[in-house]
C-alpha cells in the first residue's frame, strides 16, 4: 500500500542550526509533496508544495527538495529558532488524484533549544 | 468566513449514540475535505466534495459514516451508532481550485470525538 514514513518522530536542535527533516515515500510515484506545520490544539497550516519535477523549493528560511530516485523528500530549516517548535508533516498527492486527497506522514515533533 | 470553521469543537458522546460534525469552509472555497486524526498521526483522508457533489468517499471506513454538502457550503459529518475507536479528531479542510494551484489546503480547528 501507499506509505509515507517520516523517520524521526522526535528531532532536538540548538537554537541558530539547521534543522533538517526527512521524508519517505513507498509503492508510490507523487505528483507532488507537500509541508505543513501543526502546533499543539491547532489544525496543520501549509508551508510549501513542490512538485515531482522539482528538485529544490525555497521561502524565506525554508528549503524542500525532492528526489524521486531516492524516493526521499528533505525539509530544511535554517537559523533556526524557539519559534519554529512544532510538528510538522509532510504530505504527498498521487498524480490523478484530487489536489486536496493527500496521504500524510506521521508527523516529526521539532523542539528547538535556546 | 476568515477561516474554516468547525463545531462542536469537542464532543463526548455514549456508544450507539449518533454524533454530527459541522463544517463551514472559507468563503468561495469549493472543495471541502474531511479527515480523521489520531493522536500522534498525521491526518487520514476520510472524503471529499466539489461545490455539493460528493467525489469521493474512499477513505469513510464504514458505513456508520457518512457526509454530506447539500448546498456546496457547509458540510455534515455524520457517524451513527458510535463504537470507542471512532474517538478521534475529525478535521475539515477546504481549497480554492482556481489559478495558481498550490494544492494548499486550509485546516480547521477540528472537532475532538470521544465515545465512551
Known amino acids: 500500500s501507499q506509505k509515507i514514513e517520516q523517520n524521526s518522530e522526535a528531532l532536538n536542535i540548538q537554537e541558530g542550526k539547521t534543522a533538517t527533516l526527512t521524508c519517505n515515500y513507498t509503492n508510490y510515484s507523487p505528483a507532488y509533496l507537500q509541508w505543513y506545520r501543526q502546533d499543539p490544539g491547532r489544525g496543520p497550516v501549509f508551508l510549501l508544495l513542490i512538485r515531482e519535477n522539482e528538485k529544490e523549493k525555497r521561502k524565506e528560511r525554508l528549503k524542500v527538495t525532492f528526489d524521486t530516485t531516492l524516493k526521499q523528500s528533505l525539509f530544511h530549516i535554517t537559523a533556526s529558532q524557539p519559534a519554529d517548535s512544532a510538528t510538522y508533516l509532510c504530505a504527498a498527492r498521487a498524480g490523478g488524484t484530487s489536489y486536496g486527497k493527500l496521504t500524510f506522514g506521521q508527523g516529526t515533533i521539532l523542539t528547538v533549544h535556546p | ?116
Open chain 2, 1 to 116: 468566513g476568515a477561516g474554516v470553521s468547525q463545531s462542536p469543537r469537542y464532543k463526548v458522546t455514549k456508544r450507539g449514540q449518533d454524533v454530527a460534525l459541522r463544517c463551514d469552509p472559507i468563503s468561495g472555497h469549493v472543495s471541502l475535505y474531511w479527515y480523521r486524526q489520531a493522536l500522534g498521526q498525521g491526518p487520514e483522508f476520510l472524503t471529499y466534495f466539489n461545490y455539493e457533489a460528493q467525489q469521493d468517499k474512499s477513505g469513510l471506513p464504514n458505513d456508520r459514516f457518512s457526509a454530506e454538502r447539500p448546498e456546496g457550503s457547509i458540510s455534515t459529518l455524520t457517524i451513527q451508532r458510535t463504537e470507542q475507536r471512532d474517538s478521534a479528531m475529525y478535521r475539515c479542510a477546504s481549497r480554492t481550485p482556481w489559478g495558481g494551484d498550490t494544492g494548499e489546503l486550509f485546516f480547521g480547528e477540528g472537532s475532538r470525538l470521544t465515545v465512551l
